[in-house]
């Protein structure tokens, strides 16, 4: 009598354990297309928030007025930023520089960085 007694409880687990895999899986299922969702949400939101942000940006008067460096002066990742940096100006220019470039190289903005050669540093 012990034997069949056993052999159910050994059932019971395994069933417990195929339940607790199947759970697992849905939730990381669920986890998955959330943040497939959520991925393609951010992509298709992005142009619309570069619009917004210059279009802000017009109605702004400008605290750097110097020209930025040409980004063929540079290369990777530094021309790369340079050529942000001209093509949105007036965003950067409203960005405060953590690095306090504002206190030892008299910068008025983040744009500052790009008139001097400072962001390729």
Not at 18 to 24: F, M, Q, R, S, T
Not at 66 to 95: C, M, N, S, W, Y
């Amino acid at each position: 009598m012990g034997k069949p007694h056993a052999t159910r409880g050994r059932s019971g687990h395994a069933r417990l354990l195929a339940l607790g895999l199947v759970g697992l899986a849905l939730i990381l299922g669920l986890a998955a297309v959330a943040a497939w969702r959520g991925a393609r949400e951010t992509a298709e939101s992005t142009p619309a928030l570069t619009r917004l942000a210059a279009d802000a940006g017009a109605t702004v008067a400008r605290r750097e007025t110097r020209p930025t460096l040409d980004p063929a002066l540079f290369v990777g990742k530094a021309r790369a930023a340079h050529q942000v940096a001209r093509e949105i100006p007036d965003v950067l220019d409203r960005l405060y520089c953590y690095c306090e470039c504002d206190k030892h190289a008299g910068h008025k903005s983040l744009l500052s960085c790009f008139t001097d050669g400072h962001a390729a540093t």
